[in-house]
């Protein structure tokens, strides 16, 4: 079945350090590509999304592109804040019924002065 | 944009007692879903609300136990029932709007602890 695998966590960066959080996915058709943060006890934000191959998302400084050739969706940042200390969650979903969204694991990030 | 709201958003709650979250949106939308977030894993969808008629449940999900309702396009309850410990999570609840097919977007969220 369709799945998203993420690297594990925590990550822990200094500030203005270079971010990388991997993800790759299985599916079976043509999916859409999301990273989601959620801010300590919060609810879940959508941080980018993809819907084609080659597509780039891109918001607050973090960029991922969809690859399909890989079947990744990597996130990335050029320089973290400590603000940016959250958990992502990679996801996926599959045209067709009622889109559900498949999520990752989650990697929590720590980013400290 | 569009707000979406949960009540309560956070309950602690004896165990063999039953708790209903309610997700409030303030424009119409497509589609409701449920999820549940156990402590320190991802999330699981629960079930997909539909406006007027039984809900679509997920495998190892069921009606009994996790019932919902949703009366109109931007209202939805999901209900807690004989709760046991096992049951502490996080609940959200996400829409998806009529202009957007595939994006979901997320309530903050009830944190429940059932003792």
């Known amino acids: 079945g369709d799945s998203v695998t993420q690297m594990e966590g925590p990550v822990t960066l200094s500030e203005e350090a270079f971010l990388t959080i991997n993800c790759t996915y299985t599916?079976?058709?043509?999916?859409?590509l999301f990273w989601y943060v959620q801010y300590p006890g919060e609810g879940l934000q959508l941080l980018l999304k993809?819907?084609?191959?080659?597509d780039k998302g891109s918001n607050k400084g973090f960029e991922a592109t969809y690859r399909k050739e890989t079947t990744s969706f990597h996130l990335e940042k050029g320089s973290v804040q400590v603000s940016d200390s959250a958990v992502y969650f990679c996801?996926?979903?599959?045209?067709?019924?009622?889109?559900?969204?498949?999520f990752g694991a989650g990697t929590r990030l720590a980013v400290h002065p | 944009s569009a707000v979406i709201s949960q009540k309560p958003s956070r309950d602690i709650c004896q165990r063999g007692t039953s708790l209903t979250i309610q997700c409030q949106v303030d424009?119409?939308?497509?589609?409701m879903f449920w999820y549940r977030q156990q402590p320190g894993q991802s999330l699981t969808l629960i079930a997909t609300?539909?406006?007027?008629?039984?809900?679509?449940?997920e495998s190892g999900f069921v009606i009994d136990k996790f019932p919902i309702s949703r009366p109109n396009l931007t209202f939805s309850t999901l209900t807690v029932s004989n709760m046991s410990p096992e049951d502490s999570s996080i609940y959200l609840c996400?829409?998806?709007?009529?202009?957007?097919?595939?994006?979901?977007?997320f309530g903050p969220g009830t944190r429940l602890l059932v003792l």
């Open positions: 996801a996926l979903t599959v045209s067709g019924g009622y889109n559900k969204l498949i």
């Open positions: 599916a079976t058709g043509y999916p859409s």
């Open positions: 424009s119409q939308v497509t589609m």
């Open positions: 993809a819907t084609k191959a080659d």
């Open positions: 996400s829409v998806r709007y009529p202009d957007s097919r595939e994006t979901q977007y």
């Open positions: 609300a539909n406006q007027g008629s039984e809900a679509t449940y």
